[in-house]
């Protein structure tokens, strides 16, 4: 069976929302399955100088345009968040937390709490909203609110951060296909045709 793809992002990047929508349906197209990790950009911006999009003078301008134009392309819906960029450690621990119990339904809550930021316009980094948007998946709201601050909880998600950054992450999204990385939601027409052929 063929490698499973790679799909690493931050919950409080709009690239990799509008990736997140596309990455399964890719990846099946090819008889791929995807590994869902979230990591966190702000531990990634300390080692490689980046900031915040709304922080960047004239590109920041640009993005707010860009998003809006790239999520009518991709056919998703979008609202950029009142509050951008918010803290990602709350709804990255709660997809770790129910990864280690149940696998698609991690992936569901991943894609609810995106949506729940970039389309609901609600802040995923309250942990009580966290636990709000995946209780209504089934997913144990005491139990996972608990959670949230265990220190395995803590742990888990710093090794994941830790790995992606030993790995080279330094964006999001970014996608590893057997070795090969590609940064960015404008690289999918890429991973689709180096899927397809198997490189160049």
Request: contains cysteine; hydrophobic residues 45%; glycine residues 8%.
């Amino acid at each position: 069976m063929a490698n499973a793809i790679d799909f690493y992002f931050d919950f409080s990047s709009p690239y990799g929302y509008l990736a997140s929508a596309k990455i399964d349906e890719l990846a099946a197209k090819h008889a791929r399955t995807v590994a869902w990790r979230p990591i966190l950009l702000g531990a990634v911006f300390k080692i490689t100088g980046q900031q915040p999009l709304p922080t960047i003078p004239m590109k920041g301008s640009y993005a707010k345009h860009d998003l809006a134009r790239s999520a009518r392309l991709f056919g998703v819906p979008f609202k950029l968040p009142s509050k951008f960029p918010v803290g990602a450690t709350a709804p990255s621990r709660a997809f770790y937390w129910i990864l280690d119990r149940d696998p698609g339904l991690a992936r569901k809550a991943a894609q609810a709490l995106y949506h729940a930021y970039f389309a609901d316009d609600r802040d995923i980094s309250n942990p009580e909203i966290t636990a709000n948007v995946c209780a209504k998946l089934g997913v144990d709201r005491a139990e996972l609110t608990q959670a949230l601050n265990d220190p395995a909880a803590k742990e888990r998600l710093k090794s994941e951060v830790d790995a992606a950054i030993e790995r080279g992450v330094f964006g999001s999204p970014y996608v590893v296909i057997d070795g090969e990385p590609f940064w960015g939601a404008d690289r999918l027409d890429q991973i689709d045709k180096w899927l397809a052929t198997g490189g160049w």
